[in-house]
């Protein structure tokens, strides 16, 4: 009893550093779910910054963004919205138990919003613990490919939305032949995808031809980024 009493009381005594940590951090007008609760510490990062040559850093030019606001412009760094829907299917994909291949799919409306999002995965009520996850087994049942959902019929099927037809779907690998009935039956009219890996494949061949036939349009993502990074400590 007194030894999980003891473990109580570290565990609230350790929440309540965090949290004396977490206002430190975020007084100073910080955007995160903390700013704004606690005494106007400074800012954490704030107070390390060191002394920079950086133009951006320098008093007279913050003087000057704050007695101007004009000289305030957009952020032109974001992301265009192929890399943010692709960003979003590649996001989806670390949700995956497989161990060899992780795929994410995110199917997007006209008016640019995501209608639904999928990786692959086994199907609902079967255990990831119980059916195989191998590429190669004794017969076909021992191994992943007769049970596995792919991330396109994943976002399908979670779609929310009643309709998907003039939708785009971004997949991070070019659909299988299985895929292409069922995004070409959905009504999509868009494929972008990231890697095409299995181009020489006869389901990729398939897949190909069942497109071109039903005039669903092909894309290569491209993009000037190497990749996208989430810093959840860069947040604060
Ligand atoms: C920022 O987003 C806009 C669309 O809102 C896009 O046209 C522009 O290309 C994006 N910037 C970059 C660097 O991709």
């Given at each position: 009893?007194?030894?999980i009493?003891?473990?109580?009381?570290g565990?609230?005594?350790?929440?309540?550093?965090?949290?004396?940590?977490?206002?430190?951090?975020c007084?100073?007008?910080?955007?995160?779910a903390?700013?704004?609760?606690g005494?106007?510490t400074p800012h954490?990062?704030?107070a390390?910054?060191?002394?920079?040559?950086d133009?951006?850093?320098?008093?007279?030019?913050a003087?000057r963004?704050?007695?101007?606001?004009?000289?305030?412009?957009?952020?032109?760094?974001n992301?265009?919205?192929?890399?943010?829907f692709m960003?979003?299917?590649?996001?989806?994909a670390?949700?995956?138990?497989?161990?060899?291949?992780?795929?994410g799919?995110?199917v997007?409306n006209?008016?640019?919003?995501?209608?639904?999002?999928g990786?692959?995965?086994f199907?609902w009520?079967c255990s990831?613990?119980?059916?195989?996850?191998?590429?190669?087994g004794?017969?076909?049942l021992?191994?992943?490919y007769?049970?596995?959902?792919?991330?396109?019929?994943n976002?399908?099927?979670n779609?929310?939305?009643?309709?998907l037809?003039?939708?785009?779907?971004?997949?991070?690998?070019?659909?299988?032949?299985?895929?292409?009935?069922i995004?070409?039956?959905?009504?999509?009219?868009?494929?972008?995808?990231?890697?095409?890996?299995?181009?020489?494949?006869?389901?990729?061949?398939?897949?190909?031809?069942?497109f071109?036939?039903?005039?669903?349009?092909v894309?290569?993502?491209?993009?000037?980024r190497?990749?996208?990074?989430l810093?959840?400590?860069?947040?604060?």
């Amino acid at each position: 009893m007194r030894a999980i009493c003891a473990a109580a009381a570290g565990a609230v005594a350790a929440a309540l550093v965090l949290r004396r940590m977490l206002r430190a951090r975020c007084a100073e007008g910080c955007a995160c779910a903390h700013a704004g609760r606690g005494p106007t510490t400074p800012h954490k990062r704030a107070a390390v910054r060191v002394p920079s040559t950086d133009e951006d850093a320098t008093p007279a030019r913050a003087d000057r963004l704050h007695s101007d606001p004009t000289a305030v412009t957009k952020r032109t760094s974001n992301l265009s919205w192929d890399e943010y829907f692709m960003a979003v299917a590649f996001l989806s994909a670390q949700r995956s138990k497989d161990p060899n291949r992780q795929v994410g799919a995110c199917v997007v409306n006209s008016d640019k919003k995501i209608v639904g999002i999928g990786y692959n995965g086994f199907p609902w009520g079967c255990s990831d613990d119980v059916l195989p996850w191998a590429k190669h087994g004794e017969t076909v049942l021992d191994t992943k490919y007769p049970y596995v959902c792919h991330a396109e019929l994943n976002a399908i099927m979670n779609a929310n939305s009643k309709t998907l037809k003039g939708c785009t779907i971004f997949v991070t690998l070019h659909p299988c032949n299985e895929c292409a009935k069922i995004i070409i039956q959905a009504r999509i009219s868009r494929v972008i995808f990231f890697s095409d890996m299995y181009h020489d494949t006869t389901s990729t061949l398939a897949s190909k031809r069942m497109f071109g036939l039903a005039g669903v349009e092909v894309v290569r993502f491209s993009s000037q980024r190497s990749g996208v990074t989430l810093d959840f400590a860069g947040m604060c």
